[in-house]
């Protein structure tokens, strides 16, 4: 069975700085999909940035990018020039590529604060 | 155009009681997934309906059940409630089932509360 973990539980940044946040994951399967979610107090999950496995270039959007090293098996999520509005909790997720029931599978979270 | 729309916001049961939880997905789309979000964990997926159809299944007991409507709308059934089955229900939406560009769309979820 496939695992996620996020090792950290919460991570401080500072406004207009950069922050990492850490996930690995354990699968047997080589084709496989990543997510980084993020979720706000207003509970709405929101997407941020997706990586296909078999693509070896790193996503990225906007201030958002990944660092995907598929033979260590992790996807750690980088905030560039952190604002206010980056605050929430963060989810790393995956899901099988032949998985028909498009089952998302989530880590713990990390709850990112970002300071003034 | 509307997002993935879920009723109701809040609900307090007690236990033993049943409860039905409700989401309607973005237009066009017709696959509907249900998560449960435990204070303080990831949610954990409960089960994907598409074209009517239960396509997928978590590790959740046969208390919980579900179906999807013509309109593609959804309800989460949950029996005999549990303490345990105190947590926010988050629903997704997506266009289909297998391709890789349909992203899933969450609702804003349904906090439940079991006392």
């Known amino acids: 069975a496939q695992t996620v973990t996020q090792s950290q539980p919460e991570m401080s940044v500072q406004e207009a700085e950069t922050v990492t946040l850490s996930c690995t994951y354990d699968t047997s399967e080589s084709d496989y999909y990543l997510f980084w979610y993020k979720q706000p107090p207003s509970r709405q999950m929101i997407l941020v940035i997706r990586q296909e496995a078999y693509k070896q270039q790193n996503a990225t959007e906007n201030r958002f990018s990944v660092n995907f090293q598929k033979a260590a098996k992790s996807f750690s999520l980088k905030i560039s020039d952190s604002q206010l509005g980056d605050a929430a909790m963060y989810f790393c997720?995956?899901?099988?590529?032949?998985?028909?029931?498009?089952?998302?599978?989530f880590g713990q979270g990390t709850e990112l604060s970002v300071k003034p | 155009d509307a997002g993935v729309t879920q009723s109701p916001t809040h609900l307090i049961k007690t236990r033993g009681q049943h409860v039905t939880l409700r989401c309607s997905p973005i237009?066009?789309?017709?696959?509907v997934s249900w998560y449960q979000q435990v204070l303080g964990q990831g949610p954990q997926f409960i089960f994907q309906y598409y074209e009517k159809e239960e396509r997928g299944r978590g590790n959740f007991p046969d208390r919980f059940s579900a179906r999807q409507f013509p309109n593609y709308s959804s309800e989460l059934n949950v029996n005999a409630l549990l303490l345990g089955d105190s947590a926010l229900y988050l629903c997704?939406?997506?266009?289909?089932?297998?391709?890789?560009?349909?992203?899933?769309?969450f609702g804003p979820g349904t906090r439940l509360t079991v006392l």
């Open positions: 997720a995956y899901r099988s590529a032949d998985n028909q029931g498009g089952k998302l599978i």
């Open positions: 997704a939406s997506s266009l289909a089932q297998l391709l890789w560009g349909n992203e899933q769309f």
């Open positions: 237009s066009g789309h017709k696959s």
